[in-house]
């Protein structure tokens, strides 16, 4: 290229890079993979070198993006550059020459500063775009790990990373029903739980804070040493970065340590940091307009293995979603063998022309995440399904913003049903342990469910279980056996798997012990009879009596029906009916000797009582431990005349 042409493409390069970086640190989503992006980055740089010339928004330029919330902006005293980065130990050797340093994570959450005075937390402010930040002091006061006070009573400045553990992210995220309104990674969990206006959605998250560099400590001599500044601020109840202190000799054998820990490392991570110990040395150094020369970025050089495409294999999701996944010969990647990465959507599939037989290079992102590095051979896109792998379906090409994907167009897809078949494996219906609605979800998408009783199958799928992401032999193994203990159930709670409207496990009690457990007479009664039934009204008879009007809803169920096993009638109608059968029970107040009242309420209709939300004349027992409280619920009970109970009387009524 001549320097026009040259020049041109770095213009082409700075626009891509700025959309690819908008994208991923203000809208939390992804338009290129980060080995992509650090590719076009450093074609840039080197752009940059050769001409001589670097535009004001080029990213190599700019250490940052501008804050978009209503939080409070405040510029920092010294400015937050980032990091010159390098993915070769052998330069990380030189770099750090005949000096001492320490070597540590470069985790991956949410740069903070803090700012203790008087011994006090006294401001809190987000790195922002290393010129001006966001205070979030209010949220910082929830951090699980930063103290309030300290023994220090000087001005103190550090600077350290927000993060949210692996652990917590996944605790969290099962707590959310919905899949699609799940996190997708702890970063950017740990930013917007970071920067929320209301501290207490903060205190939620479990964010923890590790210090990674002191800024400013009046009359505290550390002697000129970056890990005394470290061992000083444990000593002050932080916690700091987890670090080993090397020398260009034992270099290597450090990274390689830390290397190992990644797989198994809590706090996220992408990379090492390498500074000076020499506090003097390091400053001496300087900086140039983005980076600091006393500390280095080490990234892992991805380990990178050519391979064939084998095809693209289509998987739906419950939003419609038809994502495109490679699958391809296999490889050794990081000690485990690898069939397949994700390519997230049409956009990225086009832009890597991928087809079938195409030479690519695949790695692990961060050393977890299989991705296609490259395509070698670029023969191109040819064939995007136009019916849905699941259902049948059309699809549709969609563009939103600049991104291109592949949608499902039928509404009764049945990886749109995943709220079904998550209801179905729930506990209180058939109680399929390790049938999360995540994995559900990748089976549905992949084909391997279309029904409830395909759950019971899955053998016929196990070599490409075992190979997929997140599970192994001994997983699928588990599985197995916990769906062939769930064939073995109940009557009732398999009424409540079907997902009629509105018919919970109460209700489905109610209606086994009405018609004594004979399902063909319950599923072709009639709606005078179903609403005689006490809990049953018209709404719940009419969707009754609808739901078993559809042919396939009862072709369905006798497939389900041919898959379980159910106790004797009268065995059912024994364990269902003891003790509690014609009782109503109003649950109020805290619970003791229950996990919660959830439970409680669990044991009551097992037992054949009906709980209910408010107090009525059909109430037989409201039960409150704290009997003599002017609750409105007792004061209705008191009204009504209705036995007010406590649990421990409750448990004795039981025997």
């Not at 040259?6 to 640190?25: D, F, Q, S, T």
């Not at 920092?76 to 340093?101: A, C, F, I, R």
């Not at 996220?268 to 900086?287: E, H, N």
């Not at 018919?503 to 599923?523: E, T, W």
Request: net charge negative; proline share 3%; hydrophobic share 35%.
């Amino acid at each position: 290229m001549n320097q026009e042409q040259k020049i041109e493409r770095m213009k082409e390069l700075i626009e891509l890079l700025n959309r690819a970086g908008r994208a991923y640190y203000q809208e939390s989503r992804e338009i290129m993979s980060n080995f992509e992006y650090d590719r076009l980055y450093d074609e840039l740089a080197g752009l940059e070198e050769e001409t001589g010339t670097v535009f004001g928004n080029s990213p190599t330029q700019n250490v940052g993006y501008e804050a978009v919330s209503a939080l409070v902006k405040e510029r920092h005293e010294k400015p937050m550059l980032s990091l010159n980065k390098t993915k070769s130990v052998e330069e990380l050797k030189e770099w750090l020459g005949s000096e001492q340093g320490l070597l540590s994570w470069k985790m991956d959450g949410l740069t903070i500063v803090l700012t203790y005075e008087g011994g006090e937390l006294k401001k809190a402010v987000t790195r922002g775009n290393g010129e001006i930040g966001e205070v979030i002091t209010a949220n910082a006061r929830t951090f699980v790990n930063v103290p309030m006070t300290i023994p220090y009573e000087g001005q103190l400045v550090i600077r350290g990373e927000a993060v949210i553990r692996y652990s917590d992210f996944l605790k969290i995220n099962e707590e959310i029903e919905d899949a699609d309104a799940r996190y997708k990674n702890p970063r950017n969990l740990c930013s917007g739980s970071v920067r929320q206006l209301n501290s207490q959605i903060t205190a939620q998250r479990n964010v923890r804070f590790f210090a990674f560099s002191l800024v400013m400590a009046d009359d505290i001599d550390f002697e000129n040493s970056r890990e005394k500044q470290f061992l000083w601020l444990q000593s002050q109840g932080f916690d700091t970065v987890e670090y080993r202190r090397v020398t260009a000799d034992t270099l290597e054998e450090a990274v390689a340590g830390f290397a190992g820990q990644v797989e198994k490392n809590d706090v996220p991570s992408d990379g090492l940091v390498l500074l000076f110990d020499d506090i003097a040395y390091g400053q001496s150094l300087g900086r140039t307009a983005k980076f600091p020369k006393d500390s280095i970025a080490f990234k892992w050089a991805d380990e990178i293995q050519e391979t064939t495409l084998s095809y693209i294999e289509w998987s739906a999701s419950r939003t419609g979603l038809i994502n495109p996944v490679a699958v391809f010969e296999p490889v050794e990647l990081e000690g485990t063998t690898v069939t397949r990465a994700s390519v997230h959507n049409l956009s990225i599939m086009e832009a890597l022309e991928l087809g079938e037989g195409d030479r690519i290079t695949v790695y692990k992102a961060n050393m977890i995440i299989p991705q296609i590095a490259d395509n070698l051979t670029r023969s191109g896109v040819k064939e995007i399904p136009q019916i849905c792998p699941v259902c049948g379906g059309k699809t549709e090409i969609r563009q939103m913003n600049d991104v291109k994907s592949l949608y499902c167009t039928n509404p009764d897809c049945q990886a749109k049903k995943l709220k079904s078949f998550a209801l179905f494996a729930s506990r209180d219906a058939l109680n399929i342990a390790g049938l999360s609605e995540a994995t559900l979800e990748k089976f549905i998408g992949r084909g391997f469910i279309h029904e409830y009783a395909d759950i019971f199958h899955l053998d016929a799928h196990e070599s490409e279980i075992v190979e997929m992401e997140g599970f192994g032999k001994k997983s699928f193994d588990k599985l197995r056996e916990a769906a062939k203990q769930s064939s073995h159930t109940t009557l009732p709670r398999m009424i409540y798997g079907l997902g009629v409207a509105g018919i919970g496990l109460a209700n489905a009690k109610m209606l086994c012990r009405h018609f004594k457990y004979d399902f063909q007479a319950m599923r072709t009664a009639q709606k005078e009879e179903l609403t005689a039934i006490d809990g049953i009204g018209e709404v719940l008879a009419d969707a009754w009596i609808r739901f078993f009007q559809s042919e396939e809803n009862n072709r369905v169920t006798d497939r389900l029906l041919a898959e379980l096993t159910f106790p004797p009638a009268s065995e059912e109608a024994e364990e269902e009916g003891s003790g509690l059968s014609g009782l109503t029970f109003v649950i109020t107040g805290s619970v003791e000797h229950f996990k919660n009242r959830k439970e409680l309420q669990e044991l009551i209709e097992e037992k054949g009582g009906k709980v209910t939300g408010s107090v009525t004349a059909k109430t037989s027992y409201l039960i409150n431990n704290d009997s003599a409280s002017s609750s409105s619920k007792n004061k209705k009970a008191r009204e009504l005349n209705i036995p007010i109970i406590t649990e421990e009387e409750f448990i004795e009524m039981m025997g």
